[in-house]
T-cell receptor
Framework: KNEVEQSPQNLTAQEGEFITINCSYS?????LHWLQQHPGGGIVSLFM???GKKKHGRLIATINIQEKHSSLHITASHPRDSAVYIC??????????????FGKGTHLIIQP | DTAVSQTPKYLVTQMGNDKSIKCEQN?????MYWYKQDSKKFLKIMFS???????INETVPNRFSPKSPDKAHLNLHINSLELGDSAVYFC?????????????FGPGTRLTVL
């Protein structure tokens, strides 16, 4: 069973700061997802990574397969980025389908 | 256009009742999932369906039963509701299975058992 650890659990920062959220997992995976859950509860998929780096607007996600580690970065953070960010991994299952195993989330607050 | 929709959004019911939560996706995906988010906000997979076949079933009580009338729907039936079933339930879908399939989540259904 994969263990997914996120850090920090809680993060409060000032508007404009560069934000980094980390995710580590214990077993080799086929893909890693970064999800965003807003205070209203809805979940949005931000990135799906299997290697390298992806960028979307002010968000950047990287993954190091050898080190079993991924980071989510937010540049020029804004109060509307305040949300819970969740890392989730999918293990390679040789063709069968698996759901995701989730980290416990990082609660981010960006203060104006 | 809502990609993955769930109804109802809120569900309040008494212990012992039987209830259903519906999920529909209009993305043409062939794999759908149910997740439970507990009071500590921790998400956990409950079921997934691929082409109307149950392919995983985590350690979920058999009071919970997924029903898929067609590829676009995966409903969750819960019998004899218990207090511990109170949670937010999320439906999700993806195209295909295995490597590299982004999951799209519904808005969630908040279930409160009194």
């Amino acid at each position: 069973k994969n263990e997914v650890e996120q850090s920090p659990q809680n993060l409060t920062a000032q508007e404009g700061e560069f934000i980094t959220i980390n995710c580590s997992y214990s077993v080799g995976i086929s893909a890693l997802h970064w999800l965003q859950q807003h205070p209203g509860g809805g979940i949005v998929s931000l990135f799906m990574l299997s290697s390298g780096k992806k960028k979307h607007g002010r968000l950047i996600a990287t993954i190091n397969i050898q080190e079993k580690h991924s980071s989510l970065h937010i540049t020029a953070s804004h109060p509307r980025d305040s949300a819970v960010y969740i890392c989730a991994v999918r293990q390679y299952s040789g063709g069968g389908a698996d759901g995701l195993t989730f980290g416990k989330g990082t609660h981010l607050i960006i203060q104006p | 256009d809502t990609a993955v929709s769930q109804t109802p959004k809120y569900l309040v019911t008494q212990m012992g009742n039987d209830k259903s939560i519906k999920c529909e996706q209009n993305l043409g995906h062939d794999t759908m999932y149910w997740y439970k988010q507990d009071s500590k906000k921790f998400l956990k997979i409950m079921f997934s369906y691929n082409n109307k076949e149950l392919i995983i079933n985590e350690t979920v009580p058999n009071r919970f039963s997924p029903k898929s009338p067609d590829k676009a729907h995966l409903n969750l039936h819960i019998n004899s509701l218990e207090l511990g079933d109170s949670a937010v339930y999320f439906c999700a879908s993806s195209q295909g299975q295995g490597v590299g399939n982004t999951q799209y989540f519904g808005p969630g259904t908040r279930l409160t058992v009194l």
